[in-house]
């Protein structure tokens, strides 16, 4: 008896478990929809694979603008992401030091131009005297010619003729004192002219240095850093300090980015 329980236990199960499986399987075959295709023209054409990457966004053309002179800065008209046009001013330098130095420069100038008029007007004078000389020195030479014609008739003493003699030789060596001051004031005057070149081209220097406190946009653009303010001293001995970066168009940019060498393909 022990034994037909077992064995019907076990049909019963199988049982059970047959119709488990049917039941799954029917139910899979139910729920599965037909296969569909999809067809198409096969053509040629660039693959796109995209890759995203953390980098940075630089201007293509970015000019730094500095100062060629050192001073305090007055007065700051633009800050960042200011639109800025060429030759535009951007800052200003206190010009009063620059300004007092244009005045000496223009003043030595003046100067030495008043002492090349003076020693213009003694080569005048020394001319003249010259002039005026000669003509002494003529006049001194027909009388000594005469005084002689006189002595070979004994009509005058030696020392009549003597004293013509020394005067014609006085005069013959003014002649020449006045030839060598003349010589000496030509190189006087070419040494004023000399140093009024020096003086002009130290007043040129002085206006541009002026002219270096107004400092000016060199291009058009987008200022985008800005390292100065109102008060700030700028020394420029060494090189030019950059008080404005300058980018010219941020329509034209350029990137760096770090791409894992996986996606380079």
């Known amino acids: 008896m022990r034994?037909?329980?077992?064995?019907?236990?076990?049909?019963i199960t199988i049982v059970f478990v047959a119709g488990v499986l049917y039941v799954v399987l029917r139910s899979n075959e139910t729920t599965k929809e037909p296969s569909s295709y999809r067809l198409a023209e096969v053509v040629s054409g660039p693959m796109e694979v995209i890759v995203s990457s953390i980098g940075k966004v630089h201007p293509v053309l970015i000019v730094?603008?500095?100062s060629q002179v050192s001073g305090q800065v007055a007065n700051v008209l633009v800050d960042y992401n200011s639109l800025v046009q060429q030759g535009e001013i951007i800052a200003l330098l206190d010009a009063t030091p620059f300004q007092a130095r244009l005045e000496m420069a223009q003043a030595d100038l003046a100067q030495a131009k008043a002492s090349l008029a003076m020693q213009k007007a003694s080569l005048e004078q020394l001319d003249a005297d010259l002039i005026g000389a000669r003509a002494v020195f003529k006049e001194l030479a027909r009388d000594l010619e005469s005084q002689e014609l006189l002595l070979k008739r004994n009509m005058v003493s030696q020392s009549i003729v003597d004293a013509a003699v020394a005067n014609h030789d006085q005069s013959h060596a003014r002649i020449d004192s006045l030839l060598a001051q003349t010589k000496r004031q030509m190189a006087q005057i070419r040494t004023s002219e000399a140093q009024i070149l020096s003086r002009a081209a130290a007043l040129r220097e002085r206006e541009?240095?002026?002219?270096?406190?107004?400092?000016?946009s060199p291009v058009e653009g987008v200022v985008?850093?800005?390292d100065v303010d109102p008060g700030q001293?700028?020394?420029?001995?060494l090189q030019a300090p950059v008080l404005f970066t300058i980018a010219k168009d941020l329509r034209e940019i350029h990137l760096e980015v770090s791409v894992d060498e996986a996606d380079i393909g």
Do not use: Y
């Not at 541009?208 to 000016?216: G, H, K, P, Q, S």
């Open 64 to 66: 730094d603008v500095g």
């Open 3 to 11: 034994r037909v329980g077992i064995f019907s236990a076990l049909v």
């Open 224 to 226: 985008i850093n800005r």
């Open 208 to 216: 541009t240095e002026l002219e270096n406190t107004v400092i000016r």
């Open 233 to 237: 001293t700028v020394a420029a001995s």
